[in-house]
């Protein structure tokens, strides 16, 4: 167990339809980051926040956003979903934001989403 | 831009035996960091080992050992001892963290290998 918690497990929704997944670091980690992992992709990065801040963004569309809320959780809101969307998408945590050996980043178990 | 290539699709190893997963990686730094993660069948992503590359020195936990040739930007994985539980898909990861200069601390993934421990 990683200590990062992410709900829920499952997701299946149809297309057009919004969702939002949820992350909990670990405790003591102040950053996020999301990740999306599909078949044609592979595991791709998303979106990393800080203490509250966006800190860095990668392949996420305008579909996609996220924040981080005080107690440090953090929610990747997914709309107008596609058939493409579907996909398990794993949020990691980190003590900060500096990076490297010092702040390895730890898995949740991922949320699996298909899209219908 | 760093990019992380794992050509072995899939392996199979018999359990007991040794096995290595290749990993090379390409960029223009110095100072970085490279992982292994493993992926079982539940599709946690577990870290197996990491290296800093400053470090000449091979990391080892456990069964698990890399071996780390900066020149050669390879960092192959060996599992000494497989076990039936080493089943998963193996990816081998590179960041470039802020710390050195990069943009962001995203882990880069290579595609994976499938290990199958056969008993």
């Known amino acids: 167990d990683s200590g990062v918690t992410q709900t829920p497990k499952h997701l299946i929704t149809a297309t057009g339809q919004r969702v939002t997944l949820r992350c909990s670091p670990r405790s003591g980690d102040l950053s996020v980051y999301w990740y999306q992992q599909s078949l044609d992709q592979g595991l791709q990065f998303l979106i990393q926040?800080?203490?509250?801040?966006?800190?860095a963004k990668g392949n996420i569309l305008e579909r996609f956003s996220a924040q981080q809320f005080p107690d440090l959780h953090s929610e990747l809101n997914l709309s107008s979903l596609e058939l493409g969307d579907s996909a398990l998408y794993f949020c990691?945590?980190?003590?900060?934001?500096?990076?490297?050996?010092?702040?390895?980043?730890?898995f949740g178990p991922g949320t699996r989403l298909l899209v219908l | 831009a760093q990019t992380v290539t794992q050509s072995q699709p899939e392996m199979s190893v018999q359990e007991a035996e040794t096995v290595t997963l290749s990993c090379t990686y390409d960029t223009s730094e110095s100072n970085y960091y490279l992982f292994w993660y493993k992926q079982p069948p539940s599709r946690q992503m577990i870290l197996v080992i990491r290296?800093?590359?400053?470090?000449?020195q091979n990391a080892t936990e456990n069964r698990f050992s890399v071996n780390f040739q900066k020149a050669a930007k390879s960092f192959s994985l060996k599992i000494s001892d497989s076990q039936l539980g080493d089943t998963a898909m193996y990816f081998c990861a590179f960041i470039l963290p802020l710390l050195y200069g990069g943009a962001t601390n995203k882990l880069i993934f290579g595609t994976g290998t499938l290990l199958a421990v056969q008993p």
């Open positions: 926040y800080y203490n509250g801040e966006e800190r």
């Open positions: 290296q800093e590359a400053y470090k000449q």
């Open positions: 990691a945590s980190s003590v900060g934001t500096s990076g490297g050996y010092q702040e390895t980043q730890y």
